[in-house]
């Protein structure tokens, strides 16, 4: 028979496992580790709709609990990381893109080619989806700039160029809202299919389990 005496005991130690559990989560989640899923085709094809990834938040500094601010900066993104960040235009919104300029690069974009500093670069992630080349005037999808990323920003494009919204038309992004760098697929299915109905279930892509994102 168990005396109430050791039902609070049981109790006691049930709450402060589960409160230890939620601090340990927390923490994680603040300093370490955080998920996230893709809404759009904008990566495409490096990340998918349905893609669920994890991002490094230990990548670029210690950032304060709960603000997500940054605390002490160590590392700087560098061209090519994918990073998850606070949407310059709406900051209760997160982005994912590709650092294709960091702070005192010139970029430049013509007829779809990426520039830096006036010298083409290669870019194996460029995705483009249609041939035709857009003037200046007609919008800075495929000319854009030249523009010189400030000090602690860097500027950010979509891997699928001709449907993706980013710093050619918003600008850059400041170092301090950047939350972390992209960096493996933990799951991958297709969210056009209605949750929990068998077509949801079938079209899971277990190929894109574990992929480290490049």
Do not use: C
């Amino acid at each position: 028979m168990v005396s109430r005496k050791q039902k609070k005991s049981l109790i006691r130690e049930y709450v402060e496992a589960i409160a230890i559990a939620i601090l340990l989560a927390l923490f994680i989640r603040t300093f370490i580790v955080q998920a996230f899923k893709i809404p759009s085709g904008s990566m495409l094809p490096t990340l998918k709709i349905g893609d669920h990834l994890l991002v490094n938040k230990f990548s670029y500094g210690l950032r304060l609990p709960f603000t997500g601010a940054l605390l002490v900066p160590w590392n700087k993104p560098e061209r090519g990381d994918v990073i998850v960040f606070k949407f310059p235009k709406d900051r209760s919104v997160d982005y994912i893109k590709r650092v294709v300029g960091v702070a005192g690069d010139t970029v430049t974009i013509k007829d779809k080619h990426v520039f830096i500093n006036g010298e083409a670069v290669a870019d194996p992630h460029a995705h483009f989806t249609s041939p035709a080349i857009m003037s200046a005037n007609a919008g800075p999808r495929d000319n854009f700039g030249p523009v010189t990323v400030p000090k602690d920003s860097v500027f950010v494009m979509g891997d699928n160029r001709d449907n993706s919204y980013d710093g050619r038309f918003w600008g850059f992004v400041d170092q301090r809202d950047i939350l972390g760098k992209a960096f493996i697929l933990y799951w991958s299915w297709d969210l056009e299919q209605p949750l929990f109905s068998v077509d949801r279930m079938t079209s899971v892509r277990w190929s894109r389990i574990g992929d480290l994102i490049h």
